[in-house]
Each structure stands twice: as C-alpha cells, then as structure tokens.
C-alpha cells in the first residue's frame, strides 16, 4: 500500500484539479475526509483565526502548527499538506521546521517568500525577500526531509508587490533549487491563471479565497489546464462561521435548539464524528468489572 505520501505525489503528478479543502482542527479534518476529499490543508490562516480570533499575521508559530499537524495526522488517513508560512526564520530555521512538521505527519509542506512577518496571501501590503534568500530556503527544506516523496511547495507572493512576471521568475527559481509544486498567490486574473500551465513546468497549486483577489472557476476547468491541486484554505473556516452564526441566532429568536438538521448536527452524528463508538469498545475490553 502507498504511504500517504506516496499517494499524494501521485495525484499531483496527474495535475487534474485535485480539490483540497483547508482544516483549522482535528474536527473539521475529519469533517473533510468524511465528505470525500483525497486530501487535506493545514491552514495557518485558520488556526490563527479559529483558536486565536485574530488575523493572519504571523501570531502562531512552529510549535502550534505542529500540534495541529500531529492532531490533524491521528484523526485523518487522507494525506496531510502543511502550510509552515516562512519556515519560521532563516534557511537553518526552515530546516528545522521540515523535520519537525515531517515527524509530526505531513506530508507535503508550503513555504513562502513574504518577509517576516508576513500577512494573509490577499491582504495588501506585503514585501518578499530576496530571491536567494528564498532558494536557499528550498534547499535547506529539500535536504532536511527523511522521505523523498514528502513534496516542497514553493509559493511566492511576488505577484502583488513586482508583478505577474517576475512572480513567474522567482517561481521558476524556486523550482530549480528542488519546489516540487509551485504556488503563485494572489493572481488577479483570469487570463494570468490561464498563462500559469503555460509558463511554469512543474505542478502547481492555485489558492482559492471566497472573497479574495483571485477569481473562482470549477475545478473541472482548473483541472482542463493543469493545475495539480486547487486549495480551499478557508472554505470550512467560513462555512463553520455561518453555521455558528445561524445555529446561535436561532437559539437567540427562540430560546431553545432542537435537533433540527437545517441548524444543527445531531448528537449521534457528533458522537459518529469521534469515533465514540471504538472508545466505547475499548472501555468494554479492558473492563476490570
């Protein structure tokens, strides 16, 4: 059987629009898997978001994403892509963070270019280091990793602050020092996502914001030009957000909640979700009584 990172390297080589939707938790991992997607994305942004309640500007660090990856690793079999923003430091410092985000289960790791510290990819104000610095960060995340088949993205945030060319230039960079997948964020058009395939010969993922700077299309269309994978980073983020904000108005209105599908899970369906059943079982075998 192909481990999960074999898996993932092999429906990225396919480059048929794999639809990946991000997770902020081990719950909505598994809310994830649970609706059929082949993998899953470990979104910065939201864990920032969901645990801290504040934005996406560098507030968590190596250790948090890795108890989230380990977390998110044990409640899913689906392969897991990690997104470790900068690397957290230097080339040394992303080293590190390759080994520590490998051990903790992923299985393909993100790294990009924006200075630290950086800001949501669809925020404006953002700056880049300097190419070099960037390879030199590729490098070090190729040579740490212990199984070759655990893929490197390399994403670039250039587009918005040198433009669209040279975010190509320092993409093609970022592959020759060893990305596996090429990332280029923040595209404003549609045109821009066509020339994408056309210009850059590697895998490549294209990030989707629900209200962001890129435009939306199927993923079928995605998927017609090449793209390897098109990420959802947020997509749960907002629908938990709705949901809440229904469920809670309704309890609000009304001054009660009843198990009503439209609002609310069930209770067996949440007990489903945790495998409560198996911990039952156990509890049933090591019984002393």
Aim: net charge negative.
């Amino acid at each position: 059987m192909d481990s999960s990172k074999a898996a993932l390297r092999k429906m990225v080589d396919e480059r048929r629009g794999l639809v990946v939707p991000g997770a902020f938790n081990a719950m909505s991992a598994r809310v994830v898997a649970e609706n059929g997607f082949r993998a899953v994305y470990v979104t910065g942004a939201g864990v920032t978001n969901m645990s801290m309640g504040i934005p996406d500007l560098s507030f968590i660090g190596l250790h948090e994403i890795c108890e989230h990856t380990a977390r998110i690793r044990d409640a899913v079999e689906i392969p897991v892509i990690v997104d470790a923003d900068t690397g957290f430091g230097n080339p040394v410092n992303t080293y590190r963070t390759v080994q520590m985000l490998e051990r903790a289960g992923a299985d393909a790791i993100q790294l990009e270019d924006q200075i630290f510290p950086k800001k949501c990819g669809h925020f404006s104000g953002k700056e880049v280091i300097d190419i070099k610095d960037m390879e030199a960060k590729i490098k070090a995340a190729a040579d740490a990793r212990k199984d070759q088949d655990l893929m490197i993205i390399g994403r670039t945030d250039s587009a918005a602050v040198q433009g669209f060319d040279a975010a190509i230039e320092r993409a093609q960079r970022m592959a020759e020092a060893g990305a596996d997948i090429l990332f280029v964020e923040a595209v404003e058009s549609e045109a821009q996502i066509r020339k994408l395939p056309q210009l850059l010969d590697r895998p490549l993922l294209i990030n989707i914001v629900i209200g962001g700077k890129t435009p939306t299309l199927d993923a079928d269309a995605f998927g017609a030009m090449g793209f390897s994978i098109v990420l959802y980073a947020n997509a749960a983020l907002q629908g938990a957000v709705a949901g809440m904000n229904k469920a809670l108005g309704v309890l609000k209105e009304r001054g009660r909640i009843d198990e009503d599908p439209a609002i609310v899970a069930s209770f067996a369906e949440r007990q489903r979700l945790v495998n409560k059943d198996f911990y039952d079982e156990l509890e049933r075998r090591y019984s002393v009584k």
